[in-house]
């Protein structure tokens, strides 16, 4: 079991930054892919960036690429997803999740963590 706990979520202008961290409680995360994934109120959740357990390959979402980066530190068991020139589009709670091989499916995670809300305003 691994327990995933994020965090740096707040309210930001558009124009502004976050950095959103996933915080694993147990070493054998860093043997895992981990995504992100974010949820509109009224909408799925959709995929937004995904990196590789040794973060050698990323993925990201379209709506986000030159934007956001996710990168990892293994040696603290943290995921890291910086988001640059929000948009009031990327209000959403944002959830990271661990997965076996980086997808942008969520049927490929299987440990997800409780989420940290993102309100940009205009």
């Known amino acids: 079991q691994v327990q995933l706990v994020e965090s740096g979520g707040g309210l930001v202008q558009a124009g502004g930054s976050l950095r959103l961290s996933c915080a694993a409680s147990r070493r054998t995360f860093s043997s895992s892919a981990t995504g992100w994934f974010r949820q509109a109120p009224g909408k799925e959740r959709e995929f937004v960036a995904a990196v590789s357990w040794s973060g050698s390959i990323t993925y990201y979402a379209d709506s986000v690429k030159g934007r956001f980066t996710i990168s990892r530190d293994n040696a603290k068991n943290t995921v890291y997803l910086q988001m640059n020139s929000l948009e009031p589009g990327d209000t959403a709670v944002y959830y990271c999740?661990?997965?076996?091989?980086?997808?942008?499916?969520?049927?490929?995670?299987?440990?997800w963590g409780q989420g940290t809300q993102v309100t940009v305003s205009s």
């Open positions: 999740a661990a997965a076996r091989v980086p997808s942008m499916s969520d049927n490929e995670y299987d440990y």
